[in-house]
């Protein structure tokens, strides 16, 4: 028989540790997600290597124990847990659920108490016993059958406690960890000790003394010193620091060990909740089959020569892609459905009817599609031009609910009560697993999707109509998908040879730096080892160890910036970093997404962020990392596609800021815009109360982290990291702020409460973002919802305005008839090429446009500026 093996994790204390050991993160909905993805990693290892049969999750039940009933100040020097981690607490807990794992907190105790007393119980019975925790506390279980596992600075590694291992650690045996924490107490719990005893002098009295109560029955003994005096004069608080300290093993649990048996995970539920947090790595390990539930006696005729008679006025149109890169990827088929008739058309056969080819330009006949975008791009490969789109269901599903952004035809569908249908995953498989079904199966299942957006269009359609949003998909969503599409067809020119120079000029660089870095060394080592890098930095250079991993030290990002002033090398390293992802992630990256045309072609992602703002990919113009020049050189390669052209952009200068002084109708805020102020200056020489000389860099750039920072959100802890001040600093900043906007505040208060009553928030052009959350019993998901109520509708009204923009734009070149084309839409810029005559007219009529999109109490300000090159033109 195979003996017992019983998991026990400190809840509260791994997610403290993985919320501080990964950057902040957040998921597609802006849920910061850092700390439960650092937790689903440490559960998972911890699963995999011990394999136990029970497992249970323990938690702190709540601030008060009865430790403060003995000691009142207990845990009281902690900071506020920061919202960004308290806010995923509810998920950590869903993941728990999600695996089968018991969870377990208890009124008036601490999840070591119940760790420890179920720890004490299994011994008792014979099992083996694996604790895991940030909190070395917890050590003094140890035994021969208790190990206890403290993580270390990072999520995966851990130091493995047993008795050998804590007496060539301390010399001490686990029971003594009790009575050193009592000499020399805890200041993270706020245990006192006795003054002036570390660790070192706590070991020395221990190991001559083995206990506090043996110390004090023999203080005579000891040679008078100031160490005696300090002991004679804190008896009491040593024996009270020791009782804190001590883990109560016999707590009033009501679970047993009989319901802690572990089985296994709940698949389904862990694939869904890795989809909500955007786990993709995650997901990618997850094979989990689905069972079909579609009608079998469906009927799809498949058409070998396609003619006018099976093309009607108004019909579904689906085009079946292979993947979702539909500039490359070939088309499978075309799906077709009109309430009386589905079909199915082989592509070859679609390809080779003139009347289909003219069906689809003609702008009269009414076309509802899956993903308006995708056909057009897709199409126009093949000479196909796509005009008369009437519906489109990703954009109209994603209005109707932000939440619903996949590609998937099925499970948008089925959210309105469609089911005869199966998801792309259970028709074609999923990753390596993918490969096309049968011919008879296509055709039903391209026939399935046709049909279903034939059949739920008006019903789509009547629930924004309902929600008054039907202006915002017919108007703005649904025109703007067609010119997205355009757009990437039309693409941007990229010189490769300008590209490859770069690339070759990069690496000259990074050979002279790394030439300086073995200098500053005094050998040659590999720099991209972490490991190499580590042995130089700190075995040979004694620089301060800041974190360790298993394979050695730490040389991450965060750990480099703090040691700088150390040694002259560091900064060479941080360099040499940047220019080597500049050029593999970058410039290589770039140059494999040029096409034979000469040009990238990026997909703009329309329906996906909760805000709508756009996004894009493949690649993604968005993140160039422009902040660092040899960064922005790279749009140096972004050329006009004609000769004798040039490219002019056009840029919304500071619209999220001008967004929150129109909401918010702040007196101050409106006035410094009024003015044409500096906005950062403003709030620098009223926050700082200095006049607008004495505005220094480092004033100014803080009033910038809070003026954006406040349009996200920002907590004390957010500002702390950005400016790397403490968060009682970061903290009297954004106090300060609120007293030289005080419509702000009360903008941000009132857009809760309205937001509580009707459920959601709305933008100017009244998108919707659903808050269930606002509601909550639990303060920290209420607390997130809170925050996102106060910032979604300035992030998303500024996300319209630039989407009415573009809009207005085509429409104005088409006015003026102007050879000049849209190309890109990166954040709040407009990237146009056009003729060079054509120049003066747009530095007219593009700002003229842009500025009087919508308008706002605060004028709208557009800066704009052309050249050869992206570069220039900026």
Not at 147 to 168: L, S
Not at 191 to 214: M, Q, R, S, Y
Not at 331 to 355: C, H, M, T, W
Not at 682 to 702: L, Q
Request: glycine share 6%; with cysteine; proline share 3%.
């Amino acid at each position: 028989m195979t003996k017992e093996k019983l998991l026990l994790l400190d809840g509260n204390s791994l997610a403290y540790r993985a919320f501080f050991a990964l950057p902040l993160l957040t998921n597609d909905q802006g849920v910061h997600t850092n700390a439960t993805y650092g937790f689903t990693m440490m559960l998972d290892r911890m699963l995999n290597e011990v394999k136990p049969t029970k497992v249970l999750v323990a938690f702190d039940a709540g601030k008060t124990t009865f430790r403060h009933e003995t000691f009142k100040e207990y845990k009281g020097g902690r900071q506020k847990t920061p919202p960004e981690l308290s806010e995923q607490f509810t998920y950590i807990r869903a993941l728990i659920d999600a695996y089968h794992i018991k969870r377990y907190e208890l009124p008036n105790y601490e999840a070591d108490d119940i760790i420890g007393t179920l720890a004490r119980e299994a011994t008792t019975q014979g099992m083996d016993v694996i604790v895991v925790s940030g909190d070395k506390d917890l050590t003094q279980l140890v035994n021969d059958y208790v190990t206890v596992n403290i993580t270390r600075k990072g999520i995966t590694e851990v130091d493995v406690y047993t008795p050998a291992f804590v007496e060539e650690k301390y010399g001490l045996t686990p029971k003594q960890i009790i009575d050193m924490k009592g000499l020399m107490g805890d200041s993270s719990d706020n245990i006192p000790g006795v003054p002036g005893v570390g660790e070192k002098t706590a070991i020395k009295l221990l190991k001559e003394f083995t206990t506090v109560e043996n110390l004090y029955e023999n203080i005579d003994t000891m040679k008078p010193s100031k160490m005696k005096e300090k002991l004679i004069a804190n008896e009491t608080q040593a024996y009270m620091s020791k009782q804190l300290a001590t883990i109560h093993l016999e707590a009033p649990l009501t679970i047993a060990l009989d319901d802690l048996t572990y089985q296994g995970a709940d698949e389904e539920a862990l694939v869904q909740f890795y989809q909500e947090m955007n786990f993709k790595t995650l997901l990618d390990k997850m094979e989990v089959e689905e069972v079909s539930t579609v009608d079998e006696d469906f009927t799809v005729e498949t058409v070998t020569d396609l003619t006018k008679q099976h093309l009607k006025a108004h019909m579904a149109l689906h085009v079946e892609l292979a993947n979702e890169h539909y500039h490359t990827c070939d088309i499978l088929g075309i799906g077709l459905a009109n309430g009386e008739k589905i079909y199915y058309i082989p592509f070859d056969v679609a390809r080779q009817s003139d009347d289909f080819k003219e069906w689809l330009a003609s702008e009269t006949v009414n076309k509802y599609v899956s993903d308006s975008k995708a056909a057009l791009a897709s199409l126009s490969r093949f000479g196909f031009t796509v005009k008369g789109v009437d519906f489109d269901l990703l954009l109209a599903a994603y209005i109707d609910n932000p939440a619903r952004n996949g590609e998937d035809v099925a499970p948008l569908v089925k959210d309105y009560g469609y089911m005869n249908i199966e998801s792309n995953e259970a028709v074609y498989g999923k990753g390596a697993k993918w490969k096309l079904p049968t011919e008879e199966a296509l055709a039903l299942h391209i026939g399935r999707k046709a049909h279903s957006i034939y059949t739920i269009k008006n019903k789509v359609e009547e629930a924004l109509k309902n929600k008054e949003q039907f202006t915002l998909y017919k108007d703005l969503e649904l025109p703007l998908a067609l010119i997205l599409g355009r757009m990437e067809v039309q693409g941007i020119c990229v010189e490769r040879k300008t590209l490859e120079a770069m690339g070759e000029q990069l690496q000259t660089k990074l050979a002279i730096i790394e030439e300086e870095i073995y200098t500053l060394a005094g050998e040659k080592f590999n720099i991209n080892s972490p490991k190499q890098l580590g042995v130089i930095l700190f075995d040979k250079l004694d620089l301060t160890v800041i974190k360790k991993t298993k394979t050695g030290y730490s040389t991450a990002a965060d750990v480099l910036e703090k040691l700088k002033d150390e040694h002259e090398i560091i900064v060479h390293i941080l360099q040499y970093r940047q220019l080597r992802k500049l050029q593999s992630t970058y410039i290589e990256g770039l140059l494999k997404e040029i096409h034979e045309d000469q040009k990238v072609h990026t997909r703009f992602q329309q329906a996906l962020t909760a805000t709508g703002r756009l996004s894009s990919t493949d690649p993604n113009l968005q993140n160039i990392p422009i902040r660092l020049e040899e960064g922005r050189k790279i749009r140096q390669a972004f050329v006009p596609s004609q000769p004798d052209w040039v490219l002019f952009a056009a840029d919304y200068s500071q619209i999220e800021l001008r967004v929150l002084a129109h909401m918010s109708n702040d007196k101050n805020l409106v006035e410094a815009f009024k003015e044409g102020m500096d906005i950062h200056t403003r709030t620098a020489m009223d926050v700082f109360h200095v006049a607008a000389e004495e505005v220094d860099s480092n004033m100014r750039r803080a009033a910038k982290a809070v003026n954006f920072g406040i349009v996200y959100g920002i907590s004390d802890y957010g500002l702390s990291q950005n400016l790397d001040i403490t968060r009682k600093e970061a903290d009297t900043f954004i106090k300060k702020y609120f007293e030289v906007f005080p419509g702000v505040k009360t903008y941000m208060e009132e857009s809760v409460a309205i937001a509580k009553k009707q459920g959601y928030v709305t933008t100017l052009l009244n998108r919707r973002r659903y808050l269930p959350d606002l509601n909550s019993s639990n303060f920290n998901v209420r607390s997130f919802a809170e925050r996102t109520a106060m910032n979604t509708p300035i992030q998303g009204s500024a996300a319209d305005i630039i989407k009415k923009a573009m809009i207005d734009m085509n429409a104005r070149l088409e006015q003026e008839q102007l050879q000049a084309r849209l190309l890109l839409q990166v954040h709040d810029e407009l990237i146009f090429e056009a003729p060079k005559e054509e120049i003066a007219i747009l530095e007219k009529i593009v700002p003229e446009v842009m500025e009087r999109t919508i308008a706002l109490h605060v004028p709208l300000k557009v800066d704009y500026s052309s050249g050869l090159t992206w570069y220039d033109a900026k």
